[in-house]
């Protein structure tokens, strides 16, 4: 066995050898007949470097039909996996920021507030979500980058829905009288009524609509009798007029909800009742569609809420 492969080994190199054997090749250059002898050495070369180019190539085809039909490596294939499908989710990520963004801005237009107010967050820079440590690292991606843009744009107007009014200041009341011209129960003629009157007995609890400072709780001359004036930021502001008396003081930060005054009829008053207003940029605005909120902007305020109380503390205007 081994001897007749042998033998036919023997063979099979004799035969090739044989093929290379020195060849003489003659050509005529004009004048004269010349002979080039190419040696068996070269001959070998160059079958050597032909068969390497041919395999060379063989390789390159069959690497190229596998990388079509199933790639090489499964590892590459499964990082090719996780690239798509953390695309994937990079662009669900910014639809779901779009359409709550869409969805905040919606709730802000009924109230007449332009959503672009609430950008910058001026009220809120430094309180520091989380969104804001992942910028530095991942901003070169632009995908990620996109995808940042997106959020902390979102992330900015739900911050900026905790200056909006959205709750009642009195629970139980009538409302009595509504924005806008009326006859003026003192002058007896039309005048601009500035705010609402919510009427209730003596005494009954007023609670702040939104966060904010208070900028004034004192006296005022010009009818409102005890007034609490608190500033939301943003260019919010309300005002609760003729009270009994009131808990807070210039300065003082409250929540939404808190407990600031009791209801009277001290100043321009008739009787008991709250004169409630909302103010932006210094003009008073219908309260009605502020106590009429919807349950997504008061979700919205919640969320926000509890962010600021993660991040820190809020820092008002
Ligand atoms: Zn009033």
Do not use: C
């Not at 009288?177 to 007023?206: C, E, Q, W, Y």
């Amino acid at each position: 066995m081994t001897i007749l492969t042998k033998t036919n080994n023997a063979k099979r190199a004799g035969k090739f050898l044989n093929l290379l054997k020195p060849r003489d090749i003659f050509f005529h250059d004009g004048s004269t007949l010349r002979r080039v002898r190419i040696g068996t050495g070269i001959q070998a070369g160059a079958s050597f470097a032909l068969l390497l180019l041919f395999l060379w190539a063989a390789a390159a085809t069959v690497q190229l039909a596998l990388a079509a039909s199933a790639p090489l490596n499964p590892q590459i294939s499964r990082i090719q996996h996780d690239v798509e499908a953390m695309q994937a989710d990079v662009a669900a990520m910014k639809a779901v920021a779009a359409k709550r963004y869409e969805l905040t801005a919606a709730e802000m237009k009924k109230l007449g507030l332009e959503p672009t107010r609430f950008h910058g967050g001026q009220a809120y820079t430094g309180s520091g979500g989380p969104l804001e440590l992942v910028e530095p690292a991942r901003a070169e991606d632009p995908n990620f980058k996109a995808l940042f843009m997106s959020w902390k744009k979102l992330d900015q107007i739900e911050q900026g829905t905790i200056a909006i009014p959205s709750t009642v200041p009195v629970h139980g009341t009538n409302f009595t009288s509504g924005f806008g011209v009326r006859s003026d129960p003192f002058k007896g003629r039309a005048a601009m009524h500035a705010g609402i009157d919510l009427a209730g007995p003596l005494n009954t609890p007023i609670y702040a609509t939104a966060d904010g400072t208070v900028d004034r709780a004192e006296w005022n001359t010009g009818g409102y009798g005890n007034l609490v004036e608190i500033d939301h930021g943003r260019g919010i502001q309300t005002r609760y007029g003729h009270l009994t008396r009131y808990i807070v003081a210039a300065g003082d930060h409250v929540k939404r909800g808190q407990l600031i005054a009791y209801m009277g009829s001290t100043g321009r008053s008739t009787g008991s009742h709250l004169h409630y207003e909302v103010r932006i940029d210094g003009k008073p605005v219908n309260p009605v569609p502020f106590l009429q909120s919807s349950d997504y902007l008061q979700s919205v305020q919640r969320r926000a809420e509890t962010q600021v109380a993660l991040g820190g503390p809020v820092k008002s205007e």
